[in-house]
């Protein structure tokens, strides 16, 4: 089960449910991937308004790596995130607003 306190968000792979969290380790990926010098960029690229798609599944890649799995991108590339696109997308600005503080 995902804590929502603890910056937790559950999602489900392949009919499977995992737990994504944004730890400090999973942040320092996230700027490597998207090409962030720092957590101030990272936020603002976030907060922008136009995420890729290969935003969202660096989100989620991150988030499942913070969580313990143990995976790569390319193993995400052939998985289906239940709900789709859309939930990828709804499930990654959720686990950014968790990992900045906010429990929703």
């Known amino acids: 089960m995902a804590n929502p306190r603890a910056g937790e968000v559950a999602v489900i792979l392949d009919g499977t449910r995992q737990v994504m969290k944004l730890t400090l ?5 996230l700027e490597e991937a998207l090409g962030c010098d720092s957590l101030a ?12 798609a290969r935003d969202v599944l660096a989100l989620i890649v991150a988030g499942l790596r913070g969580g313990g799995w143990q995976g790569r991108t390319a193993d995400l590339m052939a998985v289906e995130i239940e709900g789709g696109p859309v939930e990828a997308a709804r499930l990654a600005a959720l686990l950014v607003a968790r990992a900045f503080g906010e429990a929703a």
């Open 41 to 52: 960029a990272l936020v603002a690229r976030l907060e922008g308004g136009e995420v890729s």
């Open 25 to 29: 380790g999973a942040l320092a990926e």
